[in-house]
């Protein structure tokens, strides 16, 4: 459990009210890993979804493109939301880090059966998305706007 | 006097013996090279476009790896002095013979295969002081002497 105070400081979750965030808070989980370890893996299921809280990453394309991130509340995972899916990309930890999680699974039925906070989370991932990754290909973007 | 005394007689025993060793380590050492020969070519071929090239890289790994114990022992303490620069240089070698831009998991494996010390959190080092950035079509440069900016956040 991750109080809410924490959750809200992260743009993905800026726009949900207190009702909302109790939900994720029950959810959520901390974990860590350390400098060099692979976080996920492009391919396998898609059961994850990471904010950053500490530390830097490396996103890596099966092309060998990449973006880092450097700032906390960075997304990774966000395929866990579109079921069934594996991920697209690998992570790895460039220094140690610190998480917060959500299951894929427990997160994808809580934003059906609540359309609304749904919205909200898949607007705001979209938005992170986009921004981050001028690259991102078009298959991505429909499966994104699929699982909204 | 014939047959096995003979062969006696004439240290034949031992002279059979030596054969078969010398007959032994021969093939053992060809097959030795043979194994190696395609990833010395690789390597060669990947790497040692020109013999300075080569002697500045070989260089650059073996000052690396007598570090590397050390540096390796405690990955919790902070990063020796020093230590970016050497691993900087290193890093630049590596990428003169990549396409710049270059893809950043591969400098990080060829990097890692070279035995190059916190490969991850000295490129990461790199990136927040702005040495390295990487562009928005998901590959990196080196910046140059003013440019301090990372556009990856």
Redesign the interface.
Known sequence: MIPIDELKKYEILAELDPGELKFLSAMAEATQA???EVLIQAGLPARTLYILQEG?L?V??PD????????PGGVVGWSALVSPAGYTA?V?????CTFITFSGSELLRLVQRNVAMGTKIMRNISKVLSRR???LQEKDRQRLRKGR | MGGFSAISAGNGWLIAALGISVVFFGLASLAFIITYFPRAIRWWNDHAKSPKYTVQLLRSLFSQRNKKATIRAD??EGHEPGELDDVEEALRLLTTHMKEPF????L?EVAEQRGLA????N??RL??KGTMV?G?????RWANGSENA?H??
């Open positions: 350390r400098e060099g830097d490396m890596a394309f060998g493109r990449a973006i880092t991130l450097h700032k690998s790895t930890c460039l220094t140690d990754l001028p690259f | 990955t919790r893809k950043l998991p591969r990080i916190r490969v991850h959190s490129i990461n990136l927040v990487g928005t079509d998901g590959l990196f990372n990856n956040d």
